[in-house]
């Protein structure tokens, strides 16, 4: 691969004032796409996801998935000093990105409004739980939380127990959100010159992934159930007994209802049985479908289904742990593992998703507390003098 062009965001300065997963998120994404991080951490103690857990060589695992690539430097914003500091990073930032407290950052003089007064082009990116109004305006707002009053629980887990999803998805959908932000404005900076005042919430941005069963509750008037692994609106779509296990057979539509029932399971009869030839008609009688294609899939072994439905074209998936994800022939037939540093020693990561034909996305290391406090300020007064 020819490198020479570059990371897409090389020679862009984003200071983050960030914790935990959401903002950190965004920011990693865009250390990855090229563009320098600065994030500013609390003396001493730093972000506290850096306490979550130990996992990866005594080190905390959200944290070391989150700040790659990124340069730390502690300050005390309660001071001048601290204050002075990091308002002039800022003049010289392209992107400005927090998610303190709601009002914290503009308590401490770094509200949008008067950052963007002393440079026009800065993209400025609040991010928050609820929002900048409303009653829920000043209320925590960790993933769960949102993850609850976004409806996301409520459809997630199994008929007879609710759940949350296994990865912070109010926190991820966030970050993505505002790294989309940052880079749509910094594409209208490129031709208008004029940078950006941008918020983002965990509630919206999950709110916003609801999607489908926010829309059947508005229109079909219902609460969609709990389905497990399973489909609320498509049959079959579900986890199914193997001869040595389980398998999931997704079946999009009602061709290939007809390919799972006739080429695979060997039921030709069933392909056109007007109970069954349409999705409306198999949600209908969801738990007769199910019990049909279950009681064919139990006679082959998970590999040998596996192989005929990859060959007849049926969307059908191994449910994985997290041991066969790391071995996984998909990620190691392409290559898609790199070893970054870290202050306890080298790490192994996965590539970012975002892969460039011409340039691979730089991967830096996790920052210790503070690594990089002394150089950035040597640099700040190089470039006062």
Not at 112 to 122: H, I, K, M, S, V
Not at 302 to 316: H, I, K, M, N, R
Not at 359 to 379: F, K, N, R, S, W
């Amino acid at each position: 691969m020819d490198n020479s062009a570059g990371p897409p965001l090389a020679g862009i300065t984003v200071i983050a004032l960030e914790q935990a997963v959401a903002a950190p998120l965004a920011t990693r994404h865009l250390a990855d796409l090229g563009a320098r991080v600065i994030k500013i951490e609390r003396v001493g103690e730093g972000d506290f996801a850096r306490d979550y857990d130990d996992a990866v060589h005594g080190l905390a695992s959200h944290f070391v998935w989150l700040n790659r690539g990124k340069e730390s430097m502690e300050l005390d914003l309660k001071t001048d000093a601290g204050r002075d500091v990091l308002r002039r990073l800022i003049a010289r930032a392209d992107v400005f990105l927090q998610n303190l407290a709601p009002g914290a950052a503009a308590r401490l003089g770094f509200g949008a409004e008067d950052l963007r007064r002393n440079n026009p082009g800065l993209v400025v990116v609040d991010m928050s739980g609820y929002g900048d109004a409303g009653p829920y305006r000043e209320r925590k707002a960790y993933d769960m939380l949102v993850q609850a009053e976004t409806g996301l629980i409520s459809v997630t887990g199994s008929a007879d127990e609710a759940a949350k999803t296994g990865v912070p998805t109010s926190d991820i959908a966030a970050g993505m959100y505002a790294l989309t932000s940052v880079l749509s404005a910094l594409l209208r900076r490129a031709t208008t010159g004029a940078g950006a005042a941008v918020a983002v919430s965990m509630f919206d941005a999950t709110v916003e992934w609801m999607g489908h069963p926010l829309y059947m509750r508005l229109y079909g008037d219902r609460q969609i159930p709990r389905s497990g692994v399973g489909h609320a609106a498509i049959v079959p779509y579900d986890r199914y007994p193997t001869r040595d296990g389980e398998i999931l057979i997704g079946v999009q539509n009602d061709r290939g209802w007809r390919v799972l029932i006739d080429d695979v399971l060997g039921r030709p009869e069933l392909a056109d049985d007007p109970r069954y030839a349409t999705n409306i008609e198999r949600v209908r009688r969801r738990g007769e479908v199910d019990d049909l294609v279950a009681a064919e899939t139990k006679r082959f072994t998970t590999a040998e289904l596996d192989e005929a439905l990859a060959s007849a074209g049926v969307p059908a998936a191994e449910i994985r742990e997290l041991d066969g994800v790391v071995a996984h022939p998909q990620l190691a037939e392409r290559d898609r593992w790199r070893e970054v540093g870290t202050e306890a020693g080298p790490i192994r990561a996965v590539l970012p998703p975002m892969t460039f034909a011409d340039v691979e996305l730089p991967m830096g290391d996790v920052p210790a507390l503070g690594q990089h406090t002394q150089a950035i300020l040597a640099e700040l007064e190089e470039n006062h003098r």
